[in-house]
């Protein structure tokens, strides 16, 4: 159990992390969702006592990670999967990382056939693609049997089976009774991941709720129609208190009004309709809608409409 | 379905009983002792050191020799002459003292060190420990054999010394001594500035500069204040364990200015580890 209480963190005149209140429940996938640069890892670091908060506290079954007699055992984490001596073999680099917790050195051997380095375990780490360097980072997280797993960002760069195999992964470590605490700034990487998720931006709580909340509450249905009156019935659409946005070639998106109120409205009215269909904004939309006010850059990208993507099947 | 079920498979990592992995600082200098044998650069580095103090010394001794063969009169003190190695492989000491901790900055390797074993002190205790005993040991090889080989030289003019000669075994091993604190130094000066060369460039200063810039400036000082602060300079204080030839009645004595000097280490480790408990890394 991870708790964070009004835990803040302030590198000169920028607030990094402001004023968090969460808990992170055992057995399950919890998604740190945020843009870049909404404190994601900033956080994770002062889980693990790398930062000082500037204030608040945050505890590891109750105690502050740093005080902890058996740090392996209870977090394994890969923030950074470059965070290592590039001189030394990925062997050694897991022996010395053991040996300081005083754990068993066959485990080292079992952790990397488990990420599939055992070819490569006497090779020195500055030669490894990135995906291994991310494959080593996990297996150094492993080493403890770690009741608490934290990624930052796992799938940064991946290849999509090595995005696959992590996802595999992490849904194995929660099913056996395990936290695992994952961040993200694509919301498309949760959807299939998360149970839960903790979405922050600027580094404010958004949301903490479900997965399947978050979709509830976030993601605003709309409607879609084809028809060849267009400006008819956008006419009684907004006659009855609904938004049209017109996608020209006949086809417009109705929203505040459900697919039987546009039906009937049609048909009351003699509208000739060719498509009638609900369309669920994807929850990347959502997120995006979400923590549009809160991204900390703006690219601003010419042309980003912010379509809804259609995600509903046809009548 | 069942697909799903395999895929939350079990990880297929054993599971460790509740008691087993407790960080401790037997087990952090047994990691750190791997840490620093697994990495070429500790070994070139060791390696470089030894060959300096056994050659400048070997040097030095077959030149005298020599000279004393062609009639030379030649007033040395044998076994200071032998160490005069001591001089360039304190740099040597001093860059590995520096890179053992500041190649955990430069790398990253800290941010996993410190994610695996947050006792900062523990950790920090751990890696001086292993670089002092690593030091030392080297050190003591180099001197040694620095010595034995000078000595060999110097025989055959019947210019050589025996380690049973007054202050001759003090000299063999303070030169050991005064090398080990020069990384230690190094180590602290490292652990302040985090950089591999900001750290050696400040190790160079204290150990070099300072020295440079009295023997500068003296001449234009009042007498006694000559003598006031060339004693405190940190290789003057430092290095009259080793040069058994010297003389200047101002100066600390040979054990009261090794302290001085690993004062001066223990001060730059001092401040070093109080930030580091501190600092974000």
Redesign the interface.
Known sequence: MIEARGLTKRYGDTLAVDNLTFSIAPGKITGFLGPNGAGKTTTM?MI?????PTSGTVTINGEA?????????Q?G?L??A????????AY?HL???A??????TA?VQ??LA?VGLTDVAKKRAKGFSLGMGQRLGIA?A?L??PEILMFDEPVNGLDPEGILWIR??M???A??GRTVFVSSHLMSEMENTADHLIVIGKGKLIANCTVDEFIASNSQLTVRVRTPHPDELARLVAARGGTVKDNGDGVMVVSGLAVSQVGDLAYDNSIRLHELAPVQASLEQAFMDLTASSVQFHAGVPGETGEPVLTGSGV | MAAVITERATVGLSRLPATAGNASLAGAVRSEFTKIRSVRSTWWTLIAMVVVMVGIGAIACAGAAHAAHNGHAISIDPAQQSLFGVILAQLIIAVLGALTITSEFGTGMIRTSLSTLPRRGTFVAAKAIVFAVVALVTSLVASFGAFFLGQALLSGAHLSTTLSQPNVLRAVIGAALYLTACGMLAFGLGLIIRHSAGAISAAVGVLFVLWVLYQMISSSLPISWQHDIGRWIPMNAGSGIWLTGRTDPHMFSPWIGLGVFAAYAAIAIAVGVTLFRRRNV
């Open positions: 670091r693990l006592g790398l930062d000082q990670f740093a005080r902890t007699a058996q740090p392996m055992r977090v984490a923030l950074d470059k965070a290592l001596h590039g001189g030394r073999s050694n022996l010395c990382l040996q300081s917790n005083n754990l068993p485990r079992e952790a488990l150094a492993l403890g049997d595999n992964l849904k194995a470590l099913a056996e």
